[in-house]
């Protein structure tokens, strides 16, 4: 493997004042909900990927809402618009069913039973489809994501032939790179576990150390892999 994934996984507590950038980020993360604060980490996650990929040391770049503003909408929003047919695929699945399940006060039971049961099928088919190609999405998004960081260049979000030339640059580090936020998830869920439960309040500040890892190691791997 070309990527340090050590050096990456010590990315969000190393350089100047990370304590107070962690802060903020878990911040953000805290009242995500709120739009603008995920908008903004999302911003800052870019600028982070774009000094590593630009060749910048290990201290993180500094919170910058003015700058980080703008990259950080176009990232949710060609993630919204990668994200429309499958939603909409999906949705229709539960739809279905939804129609299905309404209806039945309107109809006899055998006539419910055969609506539902072909109802059934049409949702599951829709569902699993729906999720495979959002599977396939979140796939390709941070090969995209890395294009978009360093070019600024919205299209960039939308070029799948560049993003499979950049996988297959070096697909074993970009897999790890893709599995690693599952599998820090996977860790932190078993100390949430051993802890029973309070490792939880955890939650806010293990997303943000995520989201820095995972934008650090995206840099990485342009700088090494795709220069």
Not at 18 to 29: C, D, P
Not at 131 to 155: H, Q
Not at 164 to 187: E, H, K, Q, R, T
Request: hydrophobic share 55%.
């Amino acid at each position: 493997m070309r990527v340090d994934i050590l050096k990456g996984l010590q990315a969000p507590f190393q350089g100047r004042n990370w304590v107070s950038k962690l802060l903020i980020g878990t911040l953000m993360i805290f009242f995500s909900w709120l739009l603008i604060p995920a908008i903004l980490f999302s911003g800052y996650c870019v600028s982070v990927l774009r000094d590593a990929a630009n060749g910048g040391d290990t201290d993180l770049p500094d919170f910058n809402p003015g700058t980080q503003g703008v990259p950080g909408l176009m990232v949710v929003l060609g993630l919204l618009i990668l994200n429309l047919i499958p939603g909409g695929i999906m949705m229709f699945g539960v739809g279905s069913i939804v129609m299905a399940i309404v209806s039945a006060g309107a109809v006899d039971a055998k006539v419910w039973a055969a609506a539902m049961a072909s109802a059934g099928v049409v949702s599951v088919s829709c569902i699993l489809i729906g999720s495979l190609l959002m599977l396939i999405v979140s796939f390709f998004a941070p090969a995209l994501i890395m294009r978009y960081a360093v070019s600024g260049d919205f299209s960039s979000l939308f070029g799948l032939g560049q993003a499979v030339s950049d996988i297959m640059a070096s697909p074993l580090d970009y897999i790890v790179i893709f599995l690693m936020p599952n599998l820090l998830g996977f860790v932190f869920s078993l100390l949430v576990s051993v802890t029973f439960g309070l490792a939880s309040i955890l939650v806010p500040t293990f997303s943000a150390a995520v989201g820095i890892i995972s934008a650090r190691l995206m840099g990485d791997y342009y700088r090494l892999c795709l220069n």
